[in-house]
């Protein structure tokens, strides 16, 4: 029983084994194709060989314009039931891919040359399982070579989808394409906040003109050269003519070697010194000569030119390089550092790509210094966020002290003005008693002067003296009132003048009639001016009370048209109007206003118009 249970097991552990072993020869994984039978045709030269992959045209035919057929066996041991692919990491310039006969897929037009260019990106192709046999398969991808754009083929690998498109296609994909996407954006960043930078950030020199920081513009420029080099990896079909392209890739290739040149001359202030300026023209020598041999080697279809080039350049780099790594081991900085060990891994990965790109005969493989160059980039945007930080923090610096000036200048005048105003306030309060003594002088010691003399002559009455004594009184009062008086304001001058002598009209038996209207303010009374308005006033009622014989006095004021009309009118004996007393003839000119003077028998018209 026991023998009978072990030989069972057995049998099922042979079965298990072989259906194994069947599962696993269904599901074939993915196959390199690293031989070929390759045909080419150079100027109707027609040769057929057997080669390894990968296949560097220029490096075979020295750059020489062509086309190649690749024939790519491989073997299928079963029909799979899973889709398969083709994943090719580099083919160009432009070609297509046949299986077993039948065209798979195109990229570019073989019959146009130096048009398209499809080997700047890893290319996947879908394979119709129909299309598959068991046994031999035929995989052939013909191409069109164009001088100087790396044309030839890489190694092939065909297989089911999953691994291929994911495990191989995907990551070469993101590594080429997606990659070049994110180190353009990144770059276009940096230019874009160097170039706002350089334009925002205008600081006076010594010699007082208006200056922008160079080291801003020369990172902006460098970032947007190498921007547009690295897009180049995103566009197979050129908006020029390839030579026009050609040229135009190499010289931002150079325009970014020689703009990170001059912000590194900026950075390590060798510009500030004659002796070492002349560094700036090996910069101008990288840009001109890549130009020059660019062109050269496109148009003569020889590699060599640039490729001799590309050597004198790199040693120009190199030794700029390291004059700055020297400079900066000397004068070390945190920003020099940053530059200098940037620079030097962007020349180590520049010479490599130069030995394997150039000179190697290995296809397919991709550029370090793109890479490297993030290293760089990264470095110029620190150093520029930090001078910009530095610049900010400098002007807050100079802002505060800027304000702190302007606050001990404002707290200065401050004083000064109030020392001013209280110097005002001590001349106002001179010039008032001066004033004041003036007014005293002029009116009250007029009539005391004239009193001491009607007594002196024995010959005045008493009434007369009165008279005299009470105008030098009320003179006296109305010029304690003209301080409080507002400048302009007739109606309350009006108004103080009735309140004075109302009562001496009374005591004289003249009658006083009031039609004063409400006035505005006379805008050119000046407080002076006032003054002298209410002595006029004062003098031409004197008059009434002396001299006039009057029963009756009447005293008007209103406003019409935008004048002021001040009249005094009595009805008294009246005078000889066309002998005007030059006191008040005076005063009136003095303050600004018209007189008119009306009299006869029983009125007479004392008129004072304000324009």
Known sequence: MLRRLAFLCLLGLAAL????????????????????????????????????????????????????????????????????????????SVFEVQLNGALLQSYGDLGQGNRADYAKAPVYVPVPGRLLKEGENLLQIRIRADSERRAGLSRVTIGPATPVRTALFEGAYAWRFTGSVLLTAFSLIVGSIALALWFTQVDTGATGRRQRDALYFWAAVAEFCWALRVADAMIPEPP?????????????????????????????????????????WPTAAVVAGTVVFTWLALNREEPRWLTAWLAVEITIVLGFVAAFAVATVRRPSVERLLVAGAALVTVAFGTRDWLVIRLSDAYGETTWV????????VALLLIVLRRFHFASVQARGWVKTLADRVA????????????LEEVARDQARTHERERILRDMHDGVGSHIS??????????TSPEELLRT???????????????????????????????????????????????????????QLDAHATRQLQFLLFEAISNVLQHA?????????????????????????????????????????AIGARLAIESRPGRTVVQLVFD
């Open 549 to 589: 014989h009057a029963s009756a006095l009447r005293i008007e004021a209103d406003a019409r048209d935008g004048a002021v009309r001040l009249r005094v009118i009595d009805n008294g004996v009246g005078f000889d109007a066309a002998e005007v007393p030059e006191a008040l003839s005076k005063r009136a000119a």
């Open 370 to 377: 793109r890479y490297s160059s993030v290293m760089f980039g």
């Open 240 to 280: 020029l003519p390839w030579q026009l392209w050609g040229v135009l890739m190499a010289g931002c290739y150079a325009g970014w070697a020689a703009s990170a040149m001059m912000f590194c001359y900026h950075l390590a202030d060798w510009a500030q010194s004659p002796r070492t300026r002349w560094v700036r």
């Open 17 to 92: 084994l072989a259906a194994g072993g069947a599962a696993a020869g269904e599901a074939q994984g993915p196959i390199e194709l690293r031989h070929a039978r390759v045909t080419t045709t150079i100027d109707g030269v027609v040769q057929t060989e057997a080669v390894d992959l990968s296949y560097h045209w220029d490096r075979r035919h020295r750059g020489r314009t062509g086309f190649a057929s690749f024939e790519l066996p491989f073997r299928v041991e079963t029909l799979p039931e899973v889709p398969w692919g083709v994943f090719i990491p580099r083919a160009g």
């Open 450 to 459: 004239s009193a001491i003399r009607q007594l002196q002559s024995g010959q």
């Open 469 to 523: 004594l009470r105008d030098s009184l009320d003179q006296l009062k109305l010029s304690i009132d003209s301080i409080h008086l507002p400048p302009g304001d007739i109606g309350a001058l009006l108004a103080a003048l009735r309140y004075r002598l109302e009562p001496r009209l009374a005591a004289a038996d003249i009658a006083f009639e009031w039609g004063v209207d409400e006035l505005p303010p006379v805008t």
């Open 408 to 419: 001990q200048r404002e707290r200065e005048l401050a004083s000064t003005y109030a020392e």
